[in-house]
C-alpha cells in the first residue's frame, strides 16, 4: 500500500493525500476504511491504494489510517517496582 499524509480536508466529504512521491491525490469518504471522515485531521500519515474515481481521474481508494509504531517499550510495572526499591536502599 501507498502512504501518505492528509493534506486537506473540505467540507462535502473529500480530501487530498498528499503521497510519498510528493502530489496532492483526492479521496472521498465513501473509500475510508475504519475511520470516520469526521475523525480525520491534517498531517494525519494514511495508507491507500490508487485507483480511479467515478469521474476516471485517479484517486485514493482504500484509505486508512497508517499504523504508529511504538518506539520504546514502557518497562512492566515489576520493572519500575525494583527499581524504585533499588532507589529507596540507595538513599539510606
Given at each position: 500500500?501507498?502512504?501518505?499524509?492528509?493534506?486537506r480536508l473540505m467540507?462535502?466529504?473529500?480530501?487530498?493525500?498528499?503521497?510519498?512521491?510528493?502530489?496532492?491525490?483526492?479521496?472521498?469518504?465513501?473509500?475510508?476504511?475504519?475511520?470516520?471522515?469526521?475523525?480525520?485531521?491534517?498531517?494525519?500519515?494514511?495508507?491507500?491504494?490508487?485507483?480511479?474515481?467515478?469521474?476516471?481521474?485517479?484517486?485514493?481508494?482504500?484509505?486508512?489510517?497508517?499504523?504508529?509504531?511504538?518506539?520504546?517499550?514502557?518497562?512492566?510495572?515489576?520493572?519500575?517496582?525494583?527499581?524504585?526499591?533499588?532507589?529507596?536502599?540507595?538513599?539510606?
Amino acid at each position: 500500500m501507498a502512504k501518505g499524509t492528509i493534506a486537506r480536508l473540505m467540507d462535502r466529504g473529500f480530501g487530498f493525500i498528499k503521497t510519498e512521491e510528493g502530489g496532492d491525490l483526492f479521496f472521498h469518504r465513501n473509500e475510508l476504511e475504519g475511520v470516520e471522515f469526521n475523525n480525520l485531521n491534517q498531517g494525519q500519515e494514511v495508507e491507500f491504494e490508487k485507483g480511479q474515481g467515478r469521474d476516471g481521474r485517479p484517486a485514493a481508494v482504500k484509505v486508512r489510517l497508517a499504523e504508529t509504531k511504538v518506539k520504546e517499550e514502557l518497562p512492566s510495572t515489576e520493572e519500575t517496582t525494583e527499581a524504585a526499591e533499588e532507589d529507596s536502599t540507595d538513599a539510606s
